[in-house]
Structures are given as structure tokens and as C-alpha cells.
């Protein structure tokens, strides 16, 4: 896992999504709520096969964020600064 828990880790996940069966995608909205330690100033989360449109923080400010290359096992790492 690309994850550094002791950083920053979700403690809740509210997900929409909306299914496509026969293009075989999903569009779909997830809103994390984090803990954070005080110096923390990213948050890295896993990810696999994603395309993210845009990523926020507070709801609406637009946050800097970057994956990071793919890696065969763990996928890609998405790293969202604080």
C-alpha cells in the first residue's frame, strides 16, 4: 500500500455512483472525511484503472493532486496535498 495512516487516513467514505453495465464504467462521487496529524501535508490513497476529473477540499476549493506512476501490484498512487 502507497498509504502513511500515521499522516492522514479517511475516516468516512460517502460514494455515488452511477453504473454503466453496458460500457463497463462507473461515474461516481466519492467524499472522504480525514484525520489528519498536525505537520501532515498529504494524503496518499490507492488507486487502480482510475480517471479522476478533479479532486477538492472542503467541498469546493480545488486541490492540487498528482498519480503516480502505475505499478504492476499496488496500482497507482494518488497523492492529494493539504
Given amino acids: 500500500s502507497f498509504s ?3 499522516q492522514a487516513r479517511v475516516t468516512h467514505l460517502q460514494w455515488n455512483a452511477v453504473i454503466d453495465f453496458d460500457s463497463k464504467t462507473i461515474h461516481a462521487k466519492a467524499t472522504w472525511r480525514i484525520e489528519t496529524a498536525d505537520d501532515a501535508d ?7 484503472d482510475l480517471i479522476i476529473e478533479r479532486v477538492t ?12 506512476e502505475n ?8 497523492a492529494i496535498l493539504l
Fill in 57 to 68: 477540499l472542503n467541498g469546493n476549493t480545488p486541490a492540487e493532486y498528482k498519480l503516480s
Fill in 42 to 48: 498529504i494524503l496518499l490513497l490507492d488507486t487502480k
Fill in 71 to 78: 505499478d504492476s501490484i499496488l496500482g497507482q498512487a494518488l
Fill in 4 to 6: 502513511e495512516p500515521n
